[in-house]
């Protein structure tokens, strides 16, 4: 696999927000065994919050579960469990995502991939990602729709490397399709990018209509592309991507 390949590859992410919610986990652990359209369903986990109460021994058991049927990521929320960008100045979002990172592995934890609540990002955010060795999925194909004026994120058509202001260099995933996206683009020859990677949220598996379009979206992507999974996408993304600066996918 590499940069030019004429081949169309997939990937799917799911933002697991509420792995403590006994009605929301259980349908994403069916899922990530399921596989639908033989699809490796990457956990992109958002720690547990002790200090909002959260069981961190239940987290611990749920992470290691999910880690198994497919690859393991880092979903930072910002402000709270249910708050996901940051709130105010001072949020002090890079030292956050070490923080975790950190206490991740110490629990013996390996999470390779990272995608930032509310898709905010920020270059001291990138360079924690970096230091981490993390591939970084936050960047998005288009502006998310509900995103405010000024508010940050960052923009990335296809995966790259992001030469960050320290000279470090990023490896960057993005995401390019919602489960909405994804549902419209994949019965539309050529609707589709040379890497698509869809995301869904845990709770989406709570609406049994949505449950039912992600499965058929995926079983029809799984025809329109190769399948792989964010492990083995960046294992196998070779030394040929475009490099970009981090002032040209930085977004306000």
């Known amino acids: 696999m590499s940069a030019t390949s004429p081949e169309r590859y997939a990937v799917v992410s ?11 986990w259980p349908r994403f652990a069916a899922l990530q065994a399921e596989r639908p359209g033989g699809f490796a369903i990457a956990a992109l986990l958002r720690p547990a919050d002790e ?22 990521g880092h979903h930072t929320h910002w402000t709270a469990p249910d708050h996901a960008r940051p709130s105010g100045a001072d949020a002090a979002t890079g030292e956050r995502v070490l923080a975790e990172g950190h206490r991740l592995r110490e629990l ?4 390779s991939l990272i995608c930032g609540g509310g898709w905010y990002t920020d270059a001291g955010v990138a360079e924690a990602c970096a230091e ?7 960047p998005r194909a288009a502006r998310p729709r509900y995103l405010g004026a000024g508010e940050r994120w ?7 490397r992001v030469r960050l202001p320290s000279g470090r260099e990023l490896l960057a995933i993005p995401t390019t399709h919602s489960l909405g996206d ?3 683009c994949v019965l539309r020859p050529g609707g589709l990018p040379a890497v698509v990677h ?16 992600l499965s058929a979206a995926l079983r029809l992507l ?20 475009p490099v970009r600066d981090w002032a040209d996918v930085a977004r306000s």
Not at 231 to 237: I, K, N, S, T
């Open 14 to 24: 799911c933002h697991v927000e509420r792995p403590l919610d006994d009605a929301v």
């Open 51 to 72: 200090a909002a109460g959260e069981d961190s021994a239940l987290w611990l058991e749920r992470a290691r579960d999910a880690a198994s049927p497919g690859p393991l």
């Open 108 to 111: 013996g934890l390996a999470p």
């Open 132 to 138: 981490l060795g993390y591939a970084d999925c936050t």
């Open 154 to 160: 960052a923009e990335l058509a296809g995966p790259a």
């Open 182 to 184: 994804l549902a419209r």
């Open 198 to 213: 869809t995301y869904f949220h845990d709770t989406d598996l709570l609406d049994g209509r949505r449950r039912t379009l």
């Open 222 to 241: 799984a025809r329109r592309a190769t399948v792989t999974d964010l492990g083995a996408l960046r294992q196998a993304l070779g030394a040929g991507l």
